[in-house]
């Protein structure tokens, strides 16, 4: 009887894979799922006896097959052809064991024939006795073959296989790994293989089949292909849809109209409509239209909404939910806002100026609300409204902390009960809740991982209806950009303090004026409200915080225990501390004890005025924070350690101090926080605050200003409300915003790998250019190339992160795509591709390294200013490295160490020279990261206070004068509006 893969049975040496593969080819004729099922698993041996089998392909971090075929030296030991075949071999297997029924005779058999020209690269590589062979059809086994297919989707494989006797077999190819890896580069000069051809009709068929097929549709079923339509305006007065998906009425949900990979999908929306026309006068209901060319997708439903962006087709769940808003949907003025949710005028205009955003076709909007006047409460209250007026089921919160997302339940689950409410940070909770709490990345991989009862994914791209996102700021949408490309939510932003500088204005996200948020409610407005309190700011100037400590100027006292104290083993001694370093490494007893005293003294009592107020002092880093405990305990041992304890984020339990912080009677009553205390906890008890850090970031600085602001009633007794909170600046932060408004513009953290990415891409552009046609520059362009290859085809395209940017992967991922890069090339690299790169490399210091070198090259070439500064860390490296020369990596490397230091290599050295210090120089860095590392100094030199200022508050934060003008003109033009009539009379 033939089969393609009889010829296994006869090599002893494919024991491994050889039974897996006859066996999943065996059963097709009875089940394409279980011969998908089978594929997969006889894949999984292959790979694996290729790892054995090849001393020049190295084990992953990770045994999984995912990680196995994306691992790069395995990846680039074959043709990409043949590569790329594999993947769908894995996503075809994984769809069949969840939904056996949605595979078809035609998706196992290219699944088999992607397996069949695997097996024959592996016996062009290292089979005695290869020839060519081709997969054909008509030999697969036509006898159906009994078998137990509940037991089959149990153990994952067709056959009963032991760990033991696969590792056994693993064993015994490893022996023959040196004879088999050495066999192959002579094979591969003396024979032929040439990888199978997929047809155009393929692989749109590849992207967009199982796709749907993942996404739960069956084929046949719900999913019919070349659906005959009537009317079209043509000569035959016919059409054909490419798909067309049907409800449990049997009516059409939606249709696809499908274009090449190398079409725009937008030049389809006309004839889709027409399609949509034919089969509304065909079966009375109008279906929603999806065109795409398998990379992007647009989904058009002309009944509700214009044509825009989605990450895939939708389930058929959430298309019957989209069906049956279009009857559902009420009129969002007439919902009526509950009370007992939100009953504050402020909070109620901005329910209602998002519910109108939304009503006029807007999908984004950015609610600008003062730290403490409800945020969160308004985001459950609009969540209520949305889902009383139909437009919405399932809502997402995001929050980038732990703690914040945690909080945000809390206050959800007490503004609505009766929702079904999830943290995914917790495992208890049910993911099918209506409302589900995360941060970022937990959302990012529960994307990829989170499964419903049928075993398809959770999370789908219309599962969510409403997206609120706490603190929303550009910088979030960068970094996370896969998450709200992938989820076709309405979004909402909150923040306090909108970020306006131009690569991360939250407004632009947002599309949206700069300063003209869909609603605004400022702190000054909260104070006038009585919502929010005042703050009352002593800001204090001390000598050695505002100028440094310079020895000369201390008293004879003083020198001594400077120089005790500041003298190095070498017996050099600085005459000067510089202000940066107190706090940072150098710790002044007498500086610290003198915040303290303040606090203490200066700071707001509770309890009858015989306890200290709950406050937050904001420290500098770690140590810092350690010594003002310490400090703290040594002065007043009464509190027995417990009253003021640090908060950081290495600490294992810091999120149980902070919830002991947040009951108004527990200790700690003094929070010495790192960072973590800066933004989102709640703390109405809150009267104290101190700056011992500085603070740049306009935006940073308002958010821990918004800790003290919330209102506490009775905090002084019966009737006696908290009216104000004290701000303690030892730093001239309040001083620096008065001169900066705007304070300094941050830049978007980068990734090592993201940085070191975008750096080679810009030094491949670079070196195209004539200057640098010789070929020992195209040698190293080359090699830059060849490593930016790897890194994007060694991405995993089963990850919603990576697929997101799947029509930049395939362009790039040819070498061809780099012979001359356009500056739209480079900057869909770096924009699209860097951020999802990563680098197999495990020394942290090494990729600094790289990243430090690779920008002193572009410096070099776009003779930027800052090529001085690295010229003279460069020699600083080579100096520290040399002082280690006992170090055996090191000794070896002396020569080229000792070289970078002499004037003549500067003369002339260029990024040929620079390359070569960064390759040979980068494991190295390993051995003097010590020397960077500044130990703790602690001292306690008499300070001097300079200048007290007490009450000198700062002009408003941010400027809403746009705002107000577009909401005034709004209610003029709209006063007799019913809406408008209740926020004017607070009805």
């Known amino acids: 009887m033939p089969a393609n893969f009889k010829f296994l049975q006869e090599q002893a040496e494919y024991a491994l894979f050889a039974a897996a593969c006859i066996e999943a080819e065996r059963v097709l004729a009875a ?43 395995f990846k680039f030991a074959m043709e990409q052809q043949t590569w790329s075949k594999l993947p ?69 494989s067709l056959i009963e296989q032991k760990d033991s006797e696969i590792e056994a077999l693993r064993a015994k190819i490893a022996v023959m790994s040196e004879r088999l890896t050495a066999d192959k580069e002579q094979h591969k000069e003396e024979r032929q293989f040439t990888p199978g051809d997929i047809s155009e009709f393929l692989t749109r068929k590849k992207y967009i089949d199982v796709d749907l097929k993942l996404l739960g549709w069956v084929f046949g079923d719900d999913v019919r292909e070349e659906v005959e339509l009537y009317g079209m305006p043509n000569n035959e007065e016919t059409g054909y849809a490419d798909y067309v998906l049907y409800g449990k009425d049997g009516l059409p949900l939606a249709l696809i109209e499908a274009k090449r990979t190398s079409k725009d999908p937008k030049i389809g929306t006309q004839q889709a409509k027409l399609y949509a026309d034919c089969l509304e006068k065909m079966t009375g209901r109008r279906p929603m239209m999806f065109t795409t ?4 997708t647009y989904l058009w439903d002309d009944l509700t909404s214009p044509q825009r962006k989605v990450s895939s087709v939708f389930s058929k769940a959430d298309l019957e939910k989209l069906m049956n808003r279009r009857n559902e949907r009420k009129v969002l003025a007439e919902i009526p806002i509950d009370d007992k949710i939100t009953d504050r005028y402020y909070q109620k205009e901005a329910i209602r100026a998002v519910c109108d955003s939304i009503e006029t076709g807007h999908r984004k909007a950015l609610l600008v609300m003062a730290t403490g006047t409800g945020k969160t409460r308004t985001a459950s209250s609009l969540t209520d409204v949305l889902s009383r007026g139909g437009y919405i089921t399932n809502t997402l919160f995001l929050a980038d902390r732990t703690a914040l997302v ?5 206050d959800f689950k007490n503004y609505l009960p009766d929702m079904s409410l999830c943290n995914l940070l917790s495992n208890k909770d049910d993911k099918n809740a209506r409302i589900v709490f995360s941060t970022y990345p937990t959302m990012l991989n529960s994307i990829d991982t989170a499964k419903s009862d049928d075993g398809n994914r959770l999370f789908t791209p219309a599962h969510f209806d409403l997206i609120v996102v706490d603190e929303a700021h550009r910088s979030i949408f960068k970094k996370y950009r896969a998450i709200f490309e992938y989820f076709d939510g309405i979004l909402v932003g909150l923040t306090a303090t ?48 505002e100028q440094g400590i310079t020895y000369d100027e201390l008293s004879e006292e003083d020198k001594a225990r400077y120089e005790e104290d500041f003298t190095d083993e070498d017996g050099s001694m600085p005459d000067f501390i510089p202000c940066p370093a107190i706090n940072e490494f150098i710790f002044n007893q007498a500086t610290v004890d003198m ?15 015989d306890r200290l107020g709950k406050t937050i002092i904001f420290a500098q880093n770690k140590k810092h924070a350690q010594y003002i405990i310490d400090r703290f305990d040594k002065l007043y041992p009464y509190y027995h350690g417990t009253f003021a304890k640090r908060v950081i984020c290495d600490d294992g339990y810091a999120q149980t101090i902070i919830d002991d912080f947040k009951v108004a009677e527990k200790d700690p009553h003094i929070a010495v926080s790192v960072d973590m205390l800066d933004t989102g906890i709640d703390v109405p008890e809150l009267v104290n605050l101190v700056f011992f850090k500085r603070v740049r970031s306009k935006t940073k600085f308002w958010q821990m200003i918004g800790r003290g602001t919330r209102l506490c009633k009775n905090l002084f007794g019966d009737g006696q409300d908290k009216t104000h909170f004290i701000i303690f600046d030892y730093l001239g932060n309040f001083e620096f915003f008065r001169q900066h408004k705007d304070g300094l513009q941050g830049n978007d953290t980068q990734s090592l790998s993201e940085a070191i990415f975008a750096k080679r891409v810009r ?104 090529f001085k500064k690295s010229k003279k860390q460069l020699i600083n490296v080579c100096i520290s490295l040399s002082k280690r020369a006992t170090i055996p990596q090191i000794k070896e490397k002396l020569e080229i160490i000792n070289t970078v230091g002499t004037d003549q290599f500067w003369q002339n050295a260029d990024i040929l020279d620079f390359e070569k210090a960064r390759a040979e120089l980068r494991s190295l860095i390993k051995f003097i990261i010590d020397d960077n590392v500044r130990n703790p100094i602690y001292t306690n030199l008499a300070d001097e206070i300079l200048e007290v200022k007490e009450g000198s508050g700062l002009d408003p934060a941010y400027d809403f004068e746009d705002y107000r003008l577009k909401v005034n003109r709004y209610i003029e033009k709209n006063r007799d509006h019913l809406a408008i009539h209740k926020l004017r009379n607070n009805l």
């Open 595 to 609: 915040v303290l005293e303040d606090l203490m003294t200066k700071g707001i009592k509770v309890a009858g005025g």
């Open 498 to 545: 909108p970020k306006t500088e131009v690569d991360r204005n939250t407004y632009e996200f947002f599309e949206m004026e700069k300063g003209v948020p869909t609603f605004a409610y400022d702190y000054e407005t909260a104070q006038e409200d009585k919502v929010l309190v005042p703050y009352y700011n002593i800001e204090v100037k001390s000598k050695f915080l």
């Open 31 to 73: 089940s394409p799922a279980m011969a998908a099922v089978g594929s997969r698993k006889a894949l999984e041996l292959a790979v694996k006896w290729v790892y054995s089998a090849d001393n020049t392909i190295y084990m992953p971090y990770k045994d999984n097959l995912q990680s196995l075929i994306h691992e790069p030296s």
């Open 406 to 410: 945690k909080q945000a339940k809390d």
């Open 763 to 866: 030094l491949i552009q670079h070196l195209q250019q004539s200057a640098f046609a010789d070929g020992p520059y195209q040698v190293l362009r080359a090699s830059l190339i060849e490593t930016v290859l790897k890194q994007i085809n060694a991405l995993n395209t089963e990850l919603v992160s990576v697929k997101m940017q799947l029509q930049y992967i395939e362009k790039y991922k040819i070498a061809d795509a780099f012979v001359s890069l356009s500056d739209s090339d480079k900057h869909n690299l770096i924009a699209f591709l860097a951020p999802i790169v990563y680098m197999d490399e495990k020394d942290e210091y090494a990729k600094r390294f790289d990243n430090f070198m690779y920008s002193m090259m572009i410096a070099q070439i776009e003779a930027m200013p800052q």
């Open 88 to 156: 769908y071999i894995i996503k075809l297997g994984n769809l069949a064991v969840h939904t056996g029924n949605a595979i078809t005779r035609s998706d196992a058999i290219l699944s088999l024939s992607c397996l069949f020209e695997f097996i024959q690269w592996i016996d062009y590589c290292y089979g005695a006795d290869y020839e060519e062979r081709r997969f054909e059809e008509g030999n697969i086994p036509a006898e159906k073959v009994i078998f137990d297919e509940s037991k089959i989707k149990e153990k994952d």
């Open 293 to 296: 060319n398998g990379f992007e």
